[in-house]
């Protein structure tokens, strides 16, 4: 699937050079672009990434450049399924179905909280915990959990109710996930109704598109373009 | 700025009438010239919100700049700054001149001025310049035109924060008489000077230079305000660049000197390294530049002019510049160190690419046990007060610790 080229000896890119060869050891399953970095899924179900590290995308736990594909040593051992690259971060779903995330959060796209939306008020309400005094909380005393703008490492992430994830795609700043269950989460930059949630707020935690549940409609796969999102979802009871 | 300058709700009419005789009359002139790297649907875009904006439809030409807005500034997020093609930077300025004139209705509306006058200052901080800079003449325009409320003049109960700085902990000003001092000159001439200091690249501090510069009687917090209080400018948070929680964020002229020059906040902010001259063109007349940069090999219009506005204990970790450096000093005191490109290795640069021109050593509290040979190198220090200049050579190490609320303006030249 491009941009991986058949025979996974090379992969095409939007700016010159359009050809470029990849490494034959590397085993390439699938290969997604980013703005300005690359993430490779291996046939073992290894993670490599490479490009520009400037906003934390590549994972690797610093802001420096790769100019080769590297291994994503946090996720070693951990046999991912997917991989997605966002215009600045990236995404994989792990075979046992959970979700790993890393690089830039200006719009929540991590699923952290991000400063851009306390400050417009446009953050959703959190979950009353008792102990949410209105800025984001984390920790059991209550203490507020910081702004992340970026994180460089891949993190964990749950989705309500602890579902498991199957299919991943990101979007420019943007993050879309579907559930086992056949539900669909989205969360990150909303400003041109991306999101699905029928407005345009962006969003900072994950959130299902109740449209597919309304509608009684299983998901079966998302792909999303830069500031848009694809779904492919069936009756339920079809097979 | 002087009382006639505000205009509140009679400008209705006066204020659309100014900013439609500022601006190309026809969609074709108001589109600017651009290469092929914009793609021919973003330029196709950029024609279609220039049409909106010709025909009067505020509301569709408003949404039209917010997706070329959108969409340049992810060009200007793509790759290294200093590999963004200026053409992206050019329609994201186009995008924030149709997002300023289409914002408001009534000039009475201050949330609506400021929020166009802000867009104006994301033009001129991250756009390229437009229709001889328009941005400029906008900003002006709008500025003179907000609400009278929103202009902050010398208010009654302002307090002095030079007297009222009571830190946690007083500021320990360094024993200079115990270092060896910075040489100081009074008005030497471009010879000397270029013999003396530039050519074998010795620092100096020279007197009498910049001390008659208008700036140095006129600026104070109240006339910075009163001059750019409204304006949006970059500000770094953090103790200093190469802490895990420093970050950069825009905010008004006024929040930050509220947030973190007159109350006791616990971060420290600082406007540092920020062009303010080219955004705000009326500061600049207060500013001269120093004659021996002619000495340089390059134009006057490349000379960088840089202002650093901040609070007592602003630090700039010891660093080196790739070009030569005049810092003259405005308002307050500041203890520099300095340390010769010949010590460079005692001064343990950082490895990664970021940060390979900056020490990794608190020159005020070194970790010997980590950094061994720094304890050795020798240095100059002084602390530069209001009037003074002093001259950086190029790729000599500096340290910048602010003893007072402090103004600085550096210039960069070659």
């Given amino acids: ?239 | 700025m002087a009382e006639d300058h505000r205009e509140p709700l009679a400008g209705a009419g006066a204020l659309r009438e100014t900013l439609r005789v500022l601006l190309p009359h026809t969609k074709e002139e108001l589109v600017p010239e651009l290469g092929e790297k914009v793609e021919r649907s973003v330029v196709r875009l950029l024609w279609e919100a220039a049409e909106l904006f010709c025909g009067g439809c505020r509301r569709e030409c408003l949404q039209a700049s917010e997706a070329i807005l959108d969409y340049s500034w992810e060009k200007l997020n793509t790759g290294p700054w200093q590999d963004v093609h200026k053409d992206w930077r050019r329609v994201y300025a186009f995008g924030c001149l149709l997002k300023a004139v289409c914002l408001f209705e009534e000039p009475g509306d201050g949330p609506a001025v400021a929020a166009a006058l802000k867009a104006c200052d994301m033009g001129l901080l991250m756009g390229a310049a437009i229709h001889g800079d328009i941005l400029i003449k906008v900003a002006a325009v709008l500025q003179a035109h907000l609400p009278s409320g929103k202009r902050p003049g010398p208010g009654p109960a302002q307090e002095q924060p030079s007297m009222k700085k009571a830190r946690d902990d007083p500021v320990s000003v360094p024993d200079v008489a115990l270092e060896r001092p910075v040489p100081r000159l009074r008005c030497p001439s471009l010879q000397h000077f270029r013999k003396q200091f530039l050519v074998p690249g010795r620092p100096v501090i020279l007197e009498g230079v910049a001390d008659q510069w208008p700036c140095m009687t006129k600026w104070s917090l109240e006339y910075i305000q009163d001059i750019a209080g409204c304006r949006t400018v970059p500000v770094e948070v953090g103790s200093r660049y190469t802490d895990e929680d420093w970050s950069q964020t825009l905010m008004t002229v006024n929040e930050f000197i509220s947030r973190y020059v007159r109350s006791e906040s616990r971060d420290v902010g600082y406007l540092a390294q920020h062009q303010l001259f080219d955004q705000i063109p009326e500061l600049k007349q207060d500013i001269g530049i120093p004659d021996y940069c002619c000495l340089g090999d390059g134009e006057e219009e490349e000379i960088t002019i840089n202002a650093w506005f901040g609070p007592q204990g602003t630090v700039s970790p010891l660093h080196q510049d790739p070009q030569q450096n005049f810092l003259v000093q405005v308002l307050g005191r500041k203890y520099i160190r300095l340390y010769s490109p010949q010590e460079s290795e005692a001064l343990y640069a950082h490895e990664t690419h970021l940060l390979h021109n900056t020490s990794q050593v608190d020159v005020e509290n070194p970790d010997l046990e980590k950094f061994p040979k720094f304890a050795e190198a020798p240095f100059l220090s002084c602390v530069l007060s209001p009037g003074e200049i002093l001259f950086i050579p190029v790729q000599y190490w500096h340290y910048v610790r602010a003893l007072d609320l402090s103004f600085s303006v550096s210039f960069w030249w070659s």
């Fill in chain 1, 1 to 239: 699937a491009l941009p991986l080229l058949p025979g996974a000896r090379a992969y095409v890119s939007p700016r010159p050079p359009f050809y470029r060869p990849l490494a034959p050891e590397l085993r390439a399953r699938r290969l997604e672009l980013g703005a300005e970095h690359a993430l490779l899924l291996d046939e073992a179900g290894q993670v490599f990434s490479w490009g520009q590290g400037r906003h934390g995308q590549l994972g690797h736990g610093t802001l420096e450049a790769e100019p080769e594909p590297r291994l994503l040593e946090a996720l070693q051992g951990l046999p991912m399924a997917e991989v997605a690259a966002g215009g600045w971060h990236s995404v994989c779903v792990s075979e046992t179905g959970d979700i790993y995330i890393w690089g830039w959060n200006e719009s929540g796209q991590l699923a952290l909280p991000t400063r851009s939306l306390a400050e417009d008020g446009k953050t959703v309400a959190r979950e009353a915990s008792g102990l949410n005094e209105g800025g984001p909380s984390g920790g059991e005393d209550g203490a507020p959990a910081p702004f992340i703008a970026l994180q460089p490492f891949p993190a964990l992430l749950d989705l309500p109710g602890g579902a498991d994830a199957v299919k991943a795609s990101c979007g420019s700043r943007h993050t879309a996930v579907v559930t086992r269950t056949g539900e669909l989460y989205t969360w990150g930059w909303g400003k041109y109704g991306q999101l699905g949630h029928k407005d345009t707020t962006s969003l900072d935690r994950p959130r299902r598109v109740e449209y597919f549940v309304d509608k009684q409609l299983q998901v079966r796969a998302v792909s999303c373009g830069l500031w848009n999102t694809y779904v492919c979802a069936v009756e339920r009871g079809e097979s």
